[in-house]
């Protein structure tokens, strides 16, 4: 990781998102999705298409940069499973 921030300072695209998803991942570094989530914003910003994914990746845990945080996912509304007669 330590390569990648270096490069992503110099404002990098690839490196942005490679750091990203190291602190997505927690490789080298301690996983911190709310970092991440950065990281891929600022590649994102310069038109790389993969940190536009990993921005929903985050979004999906829960962690979004520059807008309120989302609550608890609904749950899923299902009916019961009725075995039918006769059967």
């Known amino acids: 990781a ?3 921030t270096k490069a ?6 690839a490196a ?3 750091l990203g ?3 997505g991942q927690g490789l080298g570094v301690e996983k911190n999705v709310a970092t991440a989530a950065q990281w891929y914003t600022k590649a994102a ?6 940190a536009m994914i990993g921005r929903g990746w985050c979004r999906g845990r829960g962690r979004e940069v520059g807008g309120p945080q989302p609550g608890p996912r609904p ?3 299902t009916r019961p499973h009725r075995p039918q ?3």
């Open 2 to 4: 330590q390569w990648y």
């Open 8 to 13: 992503a300072e110099k404002e990098h695209a």
């Open 16 to 18: 942005m998102f490679n």
């Open 21 to 23: 998803w190291c602190y």
């Open 45 to 50: 910003e310069k038109g790389h298409a993969a």
């Open 75 to 77: 749950r899923l509304l």
């Open 85 to 87: 007669a006769g059967g």
